[in-house]
């Protein structure tokens, strides 16, 4: 049985542009939540995708957005990327409001 | 002020000492609780629940004291493997959603 996974596994970008993080949850899963560590830091929460909506969001901009698709995968979509933006990506998914396994992450550069 | 605080590290001790971590949360209406172990450049993993009771899982003790919204875990005999970042986790369930609230970390280096 397959866990949660990531791709891609590390991407570099520039600032300005835009890129996109996808993730496919642990087989039965049904929510996907999105994370950002940066270094030094824990996890921050990004949101969380349930039936393909948005149902939680934490504090970051709409240059942060996402999907879930009907087979529960999601995509993390970051626009006008800033150097700032530049962290470990994490997705995690539950099934309802049960314990969230984690993928192993996409390590975002931006320069 | 963070919503989930920990000691930062890092802890350095030598193997088979006893080592304690301590968190503090603000959210009263935090739900439950939880140590994550991370190793480097890896994803966070559950370590154990942590509940009002106490509970224990071999070397690993956790405790939650709610009135003082205060969080704890205790290894004892340290291993070498032991040797990771361990995460405070606030989980602020509502109506079937929950989202998980990080600390920073707290990083243990175990040493021969």
């Known amino acids: 049985d397959a866990g949660v996974t990531q791709s891609p596994t590390h991407l570099i970008k520039t600032r300005g542009q835009q890129v996109t993080l996808r993730c496919s949850p642990k087989?039965?899963?049904?929510?996907v939540s999105w994370y950002q560590q940066a270094l030094g830091q824990g996890p921050q929460f990004i949101f969380q995708?349930?039936?393909?909506?948005?149902?939680q969001r934490g504090n970051f901009p709409d240059r942060f957005s996402g999907h879930q698709f009907p087979n529960y995968s999601s995509e993390l979509n970051v626009n006008a990327l800033l150097l700032g933006d530049s962290a470990l990506y994490l997705c995690a998914s539950s099934l309802a409001g049960g314990e969230q396994f984690f993928g192993p992450g996409t390590r975002l550069t931006v320069l | 002020r963070k919503e989930v605080e920990q000691d930062p590290g890092p802890f350095n001790v030598p193997e088979g000492a006893t080592v304690a971590f301590n968190c503090t949360y603000s959210?009263?209406?935090?739900?439950?609780f939880f140590w994550y172990r991370q190793d480097c450049r890896k994803e966070p993993k559950l370590l154990m629940s942590v509940y009002s009771s106490g509970n224990e899982d071999g070397r690993f003790t956790a405790q939650l004291n709610r009135a003082s919204q205060y969080i704890s875990l205790l290894i004892r005999d340290s291993k070498l493997s032991d040797s990771a970042t361990y995460l405070c986790v606030v989980n602020m369930a509502s109506g079937g959603y929950n989202k998980l609230i990080f600390g920073a970390g707290t990083r243990l280096a175990v040493h021969p």
């Open positions: 995708y349930y039936e393909e909506e948005e149902r």
């Open positions: 959210n009263s209406a935090s739900q439950s």
């Open positions: 087989s039965g899963h049904d929510t």
